[in-house]
């Protein structure tokens, strides 16, 4: 099956700092990704769709300031949190989907700011 | 406005007990409607897709069907280790996006 990873799984940083969460398709090339975040009970909210080599397209609401999102590659995407709040703190998950319409889900980071 | 809804949110049963999970919606276009499960702390896996009403697809003990308004997963003789939260995602026609419901937490006991 299609295999999406996440790295790191979690993290704890200061308020004030930046932080980057790398999205891998491990076994398909991803033309599109997304990134969605979690709260504690709730179901996935999208932030952010990317598509390789273009500009990513937030969701309203979304400050793509502070989230940034980068699609560099066909199996590789990043979401930077800049200047990270404690209300940042979240569940983000990428997603993934290749030539086959079907969304693949990473396992998620954990983001814990102090 | 896209509203997709499940139900009920939270349904416990007794192993062996079959039961079925609900997944309502009302979207402008529907492109395609998605099941996932989802473990404590971790990324929804991916169950089915179905595309049109009248459709059904298999899996072990899981069984999803679609009409034009709403969705079914049922859950024959489950076991404790189908205990997890079940998501449904509509796919929008127009953008592609997924909009997922809440969620039905399953917990299944021995």
């Known amino acids: 099956g299609a295999v999406v990873s996440q790295h790191p799984s979690w993290v704890i940083c200061k308020s004030g700092t930046s932080v980057k969460i790398e999205c891998r398709s491990l076994?398909?090339?991803?033309?599109?990704m997304f990134w969605y975040r979690q709260f504690p009970k709730q179901s996935l909210m999208l932030m952010a769709t990317?598509?390789?080599?273009?500009?990513?397209?937030?969701e309203q609401g979304v400050e793509k300031d502070k989230f940034l999102i980068n699609h560099a590659s066909l199996t590789l995407s990043t979401l930077t949190v800049t200047s990270a709040h404690p209300e940042d703190s979240s569940f983000y998950i990428c997603?993934?989907?290749?030539?086959?319409?079907?969304?693949?889900f990473g396992p998620g980071t954990r983001l814990t700011v102090l | 406005e896209d509203q997709v809804t499940q139900s009920p949110e939270a349904l416990r049963l007794q192993e062996g007990e079959s039961s079925s999970l609900n997944c309502s919606y009302t979207?402008?276009?529907?492109?395609?409607l998605f099941w996932y499960r989802q473990d404590p702390g971790k990324g929804p896996e991916f169950l089915f897709t179905?595309?049109?009403a009248g459709e059904e697809k298999e899996k072990e003990r899981l069984k999803a069907t679609l009409t034009k308004k709403e969705s079914f997963l049922h859950i024959t003789a489950p076991k404790p280790e189908d205990s997890a939260t079940y998501l449904c995602?509509?796919?929008?026609?127009?953008?592609?996006?997924?909009?997922f419901g809440q969620g039905t937490t399953l917990q299944v006991k021995p």
């Open positions: 997603s993934a989907r290749g030539v086959v319409n079907e969304q693949f």
């Open positions: 076994d398909f090339q991803a033309t599109t």
């Open positions: 990317s598509n390789e080599g273009s500009k990513a397209t937030y």
């Open positions: 979207v402008s276009g529907l492109r395609g």
């Open positions: 179905l595309y049109s």
């Open positions: 995602a509509v796919q929008l026609s127009n953008t592609g996006k997924l909009i």
